[in-house]
């Protein structure tokens, strides 16, 4: 069962980056082309302005466009990782960029009512013919990068119509091209407006692909564990060896539930990751455990509604006073448990101590791990009794910890 979860925002903020230096490009292009004597931005291509005594900008600013583009195809490949198109979308993406790169690279030759420099060509020069073989690989790129991410989406509850919305934005690339086409060889039209169609149909894909992943739309393939996927049967035990990917996906959760937070104008949570999964190295059950502290003025029920929306099913205190457990995912795969707590209460601060002993102290970390080992085989179907199991050990860890009573709480909301 294949479980996605939110993007990133550092990864996101690496393809923003990407769209707004295409962006400026294109912004670039239209300034020199107001400004250009004898150039018709209706008509001519955006690679026409690299002709004339000042060509190289219009060079530079292409080869620019394409390293830019390029900037965002390792971002797209951790993305896409582990799911269709995962390998295809960033290589067709690195197509598109190397093909801006190379019409600066090699200039066009003049264009039918564009020939600033006179030469009058009766045939194609080779870097003419290199110029148009490139450009033709990068539009037909562009174009199957489209139906790569649509064949993704297809099945995606998360994406609803964007299968169709990436398919038809590669027909308008597909229309755009083959009109410029058509038109170019004319020496007046439309023709470099429809170019810039098939120029920035993508670009407007792009910048309504990224707004929804900005509000937490999941795509990324959850971090999996020798080929089971995060997350194990509600009430049932299974251990799992340590996994890297278990910090990440605590951290892109804690980004989903703060932006949510935010946009809801409510009082920002403290979170704390917690659990087996917290300790680097330690085997536990591939469930995210944290907690989400309000301050002391805050009245909990104000987060139940947004948590709620999260997809968080709310669990009730489970017999431990002023926590409230909300566990995500389906009863066949829980995924994570949260517990939204006082930040200063003893619930908050002994598993704060707990986690962070295990942490500093690999010997005690150890001992845990044997007896993590011994109790889920003994209890792989109950984790009531797994978890009663194991309440003398953490009590005495509890106990031994160097835990002054005047020591502070972590840093409380505002």
Wanted: charged letters at 15%; glycine letters at 8%.
């Amino acid at each position: 069962m294949t479980r996605t979860v939110p993007v990133p925002r550092a990864l996101q903020r690496r393809l923003w980056i990407g769209l707004a230096g295409g962006v400026l490009s294109l912004a670039l292009t239209t300034i020199q082309g107001a400004f250009r004597e004898g150039f018709d931005p209706w008509q001519q291509a955006v690679s026409a302005l690299s002709l004339g005594p000042r060509g190289w900008l219009q060079s530079i600013n292409l080869i620019a466009f394409g390293i830019f583009v390029l900037s965002t195809v390792s971002p797209w490949r951790k993305i896409l990782a582990g799911a269709r198109g995962g390998t295809a979308y960033p290589a067709f993406t690195a197509l598109v960029g190397a093909g801006f790169i190379g019409v600066g690279i090699f200039p066009q030759d003049p264009a039918p009512g564009y020939d600033p420099q006179g030469l009058a060509l009766h045939s194609p020069t080779p870097y003419g013919i290199a110029h148009l073989a490139i450009a033709g690989v990068a539009a037909l790129s562009s174009v199957i990068g489209l139906f790569v991410i649509a064949a993704r989406l297809a099945r995606d509850p998360a994406w609803p119509r964007w299968a169709l919305y990436s398919c038809a934005t590669a027909l308008v690339v597909i229309g755009c091209v083959a009109v410029y086409g058509v038109w170019s060889t004319k020496p007046s039209g439309f023709a470099g407006t429809f170019e810039r169609g098939a120029i920035v149909a993508p670009m407007l894909w792009m910048f309504a692909f990224l707004r929804r992943l900005r509000r937490g739309a999941p795509l990324m393939v959850a971090a999996t564990t020798e080929g089971v996927t995060l997350g194990v049967e509600r009430g049932t035990v299974r251990l799992a060896a340590a996994h890297a990917d278990w910090a990440r996906d605590y951290d892109v959760e804690v980004e989903r539930l703060s932006a949510r937070l935010a946009h809801a104008q409510l009082p920002p949570l403290v979170f704390e990751h917690i659990g087996s999964t917290a300790v680097p190295g330690l085997i536990a059950k591939p469930i995210i455990d944290f907690m989400a502290g309000y301050g002391a003025d805050t009245d909990p029920r104000a987060y139940f509604e947004v948590l709620r929306e999260a997809g968080y099913e709310h669990r009730g205190p489970q017999g431990v006073p002023r926590r409230e457990l909300f566990v995500l995912g389906p009863p066949s795969l829980r995924t994570h448990h949260l517990n939204l707590v006082r930040a200063h209460d003893s619930f908050w601060r002994d598993h704060i101590v707990f986690r962070d002993r295990l942490r500093s102290e690999p010997d005690v970390a150890a001992e845990y791990a044997q007896l993590k080992q011994r109790l889920a085989s003994r209890h792989s179907t109950d984790r009531a009794q797994y978890t009663a199991a194991k309440a003398a050990f953490v009590q005495e860890v509890l106990i031994n910890a160097s835990r002054p009573n005047d020591v502070p709480p972590p840093a409380s909301p505002r």
